[in-house]
């Protein structure tokens, strides 16, 4: 069921890769996780150039030998 609402979501041309696993102890629980690349859309946005670069400059680090 929620393979088949996500794909009625999703562009018909998008590769889609399932796959599920079987864990007795969430009883009737039910944990679904996706994984989006490549995305393009107003709704969904990822950090700015300007950020991404200043995330970089900031992990510099200086090593002694």
């Known amino acids: 069921m929620c393979a088949q609402i996500i794909r009625e979501?999703?562009?018909p041309?998008?590769?889609i890769i399932w796959g599920?696993?079987?864990?007795e102890s969430m009883g009737?629980?039910?944990?679904?996780l996706i994984v989006l690349t490549g995305v393009r859309s107003e709704q969904i946005h990822g950090a700015s150039l300007q950020n991404r670069s200043q995330?970089?400059?900031s992990r510099s680090a200086t090593f002694i030998t």
Do not use: M, Y
Not at 20 to 23: G, R
């Open 9 to 11: 979501s999703i562009n």
């Open 13 to 15: 041309h998008a590769r």
């Open 20 to 23: 599920a696993t079987v864990d």
């Open 28 to 32: 009737e629980e039910l944990r679904v």
């Open 55 to 57: 995330g970089i400059r």
